[in-house]
């Protein structure tokens, strides 16, 4: 909430009501509202306690149409669920038409609202026509999806003046809702959904991987129950053709139901439509396992139990969040046992994520006993066997974690002039496969090797443009973050992993939809999986220093602070488990590891190339 400082009208007080929950509702005190003339830009509130609503105020009688545009901007940013304050601002015909949920433009600053048309109002049956321009930091879609954008944003508010009550209304909008980026943060919250893969089993009993999904919902109207019409409307289209659901197709919450919670027992209930009813014991139990992962970013200690009811109250099923670890690999590995880099003898070595004080230690095997010198390395997840790719870079070798095993021939080579030209450190995905790329130049390939061996594959990647730099998988196996160069600068990229496999035949494995999701660096350097839709990156602005921070894999930004800095980092290495540090190699000082709360603590002077498994 702000004043118009350059407009010439006069200034009205405005004031804003904040519920503080239990029915109390806050008067914060008083704006300036201007009553003509030019409309800025305006940040409203900042960043509240979760707790905190805003609502805004209707249009008062004789609202000038400067305070008409305004008063419906700013009650796009409220938390009134279905917008009816937003409403009132508008004629009869155009609240039948506008849809607020079709999409949510995310601008730098709030809409700049300047008069574009006036018509003489003589008679009581005037127009005005305001344009609103800013630029674009991105858009959430009907889905809830996220993008990044950077266009220009020009739309138009037509208003008119009512002949029966002399009123001043808006007559035509673009669909949708617009709001500054300090709104859109206060507003909204990324949570991920979770569906499973539909081309990739993993885990020891067979059972299907699950993708995150991340989608923003307003977080101040009921997000829980936002997010379960979401999670069963379907994933979004991005990852659609990569992921299936276990909720039969028509799926949705029974007619009436309008919001659900945990009860005194943090168990959800979730009543159902008709076309569950039918749904077997195991088809339920994955129904609620989805429902169980997705209601873990909701809550600060997540839901215990599910019960899932048919569309005449019965009981479907019910399951815990213990039981829904066994239906469903949500992660491929249980907490990784150790942190593992290259040392100064170029071996590879491994340290107790717990450390306690205790010397890095060769692993067993070649990798680490034998006198083959690394570059980089790959522990696969089981953390049974690792890829290490030799010092000049140019062969790949795969060693099991046996000790006195013998090294074998490499399974990969590259024919690169340089060391910068040939082989990445390799990433394992969530099968048990070992990705690779070969950075030569007049040979540049994405390499596949099933079970890190055998002829490799060598996987399409349409709509690539420049050179990959490096390559991480993740857990999940369906997507995968590259570091493409192209021109002098390099840009971080997520693509889905499609695999076509046919009876008898090996797969044909493709990378598709690649998008860019950290823009605003022009150089990225490093890059990890640092969660189930985080990574943490690792680059630079244009001239600008060396910096740390996370994105999503939509390309927005999570809530919180970014690493604490760190001079001369080369790598970075962080688990898809939050809960266990960062580890980085630093020109300065080697190995440093970075906990939760605390600052970067050195390891060992002398090590490169960190790695969790993966």
């Given at each position: 909430m702000g004043?118009?400082r350059?407009?010439?009208?006069r200034l009205r007080?405005v ?5 503080l ?5 806050l ?10 003339g ?8 900042p960043r ?6 805003v609502?805004a105020?209707?249009?008062?009688d004789?609202?000038r149409p400067?305070?008409i ?15 009816k ?25 709030g ?8 018509v003489?109002?003589?008679?009581g ?11 674009k930091?991105?858009?959430v ?8 954008d950077?266009?220009?944003y020009?739309?138009t508010?037509?208003?008119?003046r009512?002949k ?8 035509g909008l673009?669909?949708?809702?617009v709001?500054g980026n ?21 885990g020891?009993g067979g059972q299907p ?11 101040k109207v ?5 997010m379960?019409?979401a999670?069963?409307k379907g994933p ?10 276990s ?6 919450l029974?007619?009436?139901?309008t919001s659900?919670?945990p009860?005194d ?8 439509n008709?076309?569950?009813d039918?749904v ?8 609620a396992?989805?429902?169980l992962?997705?209601f873990?970013?909701l809550?600060?200690t997540g839901?215990?139990e ?9 009981r479907?099923?019910?399951l ?10 949500h ?5 990784p046992?150790y942190e593992?880099f ?7 070595v ?10 890095p230690?060769?692993v067993?095997?070649?990798l680490?006993e034998g ?18 790719v030799?010092?000049?870079g ?6 099991s974690f ?6 074998g021939?490499?399974?990969l080579?590259?024919q ?6 040939r ?5 394992w995905?969530?099968?048990g ?6 950075r ?6 994405l390499?596949?090797l099933e079970?890190?061996?055998?002829e ?8 690539l443009?420049?050179?990959i730099?490096?390559v991480?998988v993740?857990a ?6 590259l570091?493409?160069e ?19 035949q090996?797969p044909?494995v ?6 860019s999701v950290a823009p605003?660096l022009?150089e990225?350097?490093a890059m ?13 602005e244009?001239e600008g ?15 919180g ?10 790598e970075i290495?962080?688990?898809?488990d ?13 190995i ?6 605390e ?9 490169t190339?960190?790695?969790y498994?993966?």
């Open positions: 004043a118009d350059e407009g010439s009208g007080p004031r804003v009501g904040v519920y929950g239990c029915g109390a509702l008067l914060t005190g008083c704006a300036s509202m201007p009553d003509s030019d409309l800025r830009g305006v940040e409203s509130t509240q306690d979760s707790q905190v609503r609502f105020l209707p249009p008062r004789d609202a400067a305070e545009v305004q008063g419906f901007l700013e009650a796009l940013t409220s938390d009134d669920a279905q917008y304050t937003a409403l009132k601002y508008l004629t009869t015909a155009a609240r039948k038409t506008w849809d607020p949920f079709s999409s949510t433009t995310v601008l730098t600053d809409p700049d609202a300047r008069p574009e048309q006036r003489n109002d003589q008679g049956d005037g127009t005005y026509s305001y344009v609103l321009a800013g630029t930091v991105a858009t879609n009907d889905q809830h999806a996220y993008a990044p950077s266009a220009a020009r739309a508010v037509h208003l008119t009512q029966d009550t002399k009123q001043w209304r808006i007559d673009p669909q949708g809702v709001m300090s709104d859109f943060q206060r507003n909204y919250v990324s949570v991920n959904k979770y569906y499973f893969a539909s081309n990739m089993p993993t020891s991987a699950t993708v995150a999904d991340p989608v923003y919902v307003r977080e009921d997000p829980m129950t936002e379960v019409r999670l069963l979004t289209r991005w990852l659609d053709p990569v992921v299936t659901s909720f039969p197709t028509g799926t949705e029974k007619e009436g139901v659900l919670s009860d027992a943090n168990k959800v209930t979730v009543p159902l008709h076309r569950a039918q077997s014991d195991t088809q339920c139990d994955k129904m396992a989805q429902l992962l997705t873990r970013d809550t600060p839901v215990d599910v019960e899932l009811q048919r569309s005449d109250g019965s479907l099923c019910d815990s969040e213990d039981r829904a670890e066994i239906i469903a690999a992660r491929t590995t249980e907490h046992g593992y290259i040392d100064g003898k170029q071996r590879l491994r340290l107790s994520s717990g450390n306690g004080g205790k010397d230690e060769p067993p095997g070649a680490g006198d083959r010198k690394l570059r980089s390395a790959a522990v696969a997840r089981d953390e049974e066997s690792a890829a290490g030799s010092a000049d140019s062969s790949l070798y795969v060693g046996v000790s006195g095993a013998s090294l021939d490499a399974v080579h590259s690169g002039r340089t060391v910068q030209d082989l990445t450190t390799p990433s995905d969530g099968r496969d070992l990705w690779v790329a070969d030569d130049p007049a040979h540049p390939r390499l596949l079970k890190g061996g055998g490799p594959l060598q996987v399409s990647t349409p709509g443009d420049g050179r730099k490096a991480r993740a999940d196996g369906v997507r995968i973050a570091i493409v192209k021109d002098g600068k390099s840009s971080l990229q997520i693509g889905r992993i499609d695999r076509d496999i046919e009876s008898g090996r044909s493709s990378v598709f939809e690649l998008h605003q022009e990225v350097t990890s999986w640092a969660g189930d839709s985080r990574l943490v990156v690792v680059g630079r244009s220093v060396l910096q740390m921070r996370y994105v999503q894999v939509d390309g927005s930004t999570p809530v602070a970014a690493p604490s800095a760190l001079t001369g980092v080369k290495a962080a688990s898809e939050e809960r266990l540090p960062l580890v980085a190699h630093s020109e300065e000082d080697g440093v590891r970075l906990s939760s709360g600052q970067w603590q050195k390891v060992v002077k002398n090590g190339a960190p790695v498994p993966g």
